[in-house]
């Protein structure tokens, strides 16, 4: 199982970004697709996350700047990030998760570096 995150960089603050996270190895839409962050000396939190049935969860912070998307067909999951500071600066990571009776199936991609910065 891969997942593969691409789309970061170093961009000024009011500045957009779209990363992108391809699945191999899994079926993506049978799973609930994320993403996290990890900014130095700070636990890892969760972003977005969007479900099977295509109901999505952001966290305060990003709210109405981030918008986390799907495409079954494509196996790949997306985040749109607009309107950015530098307080978004961190390590993005892609997550797959599914629960199937008493066993978790949970897959983490290896991070794509978000630098916010003017």
């Known amino acids: 199982v891969q997942l593969q995150a691409s789309g970061g960089g170093l961009v000024q603050p009011g500045g957009s970004l779209r990363l992108s996270c391809a699945a191999s190895?899994?079926?993506?839409?049978?799973?609930?697709m994320g993403w996290y962050r990890q900014a130095p000396g700070k636990q890892r939190e969760l972003v977005a996350v969007i479900t099977i049935s295509g109901s999505t969860n952001y966290t305060d912070s990003v709210k109405g700047r981030f918008f986390i998307s799907r495409d079954n067909a494509e196996n790949a999951v997306y985040l749109q990030m607009n309107s950015l500071k530098p307080e978004d600066t961190a390590v993005y990571y892609c997550?797959?998760?599914?629960?199937?009776?008493?066993?978790?199936?949970?897959?983490w991609g290896q991070g794509t570096q978000v630098t916010v910065s003017s």
């Open positions: 190895g899994i079926i993506s839409s049978i799973y609930d």
């Open positions: 997550n797959a998760d599914r629960v199937v009776g008493v066993l978790r199936l949970d897959y």
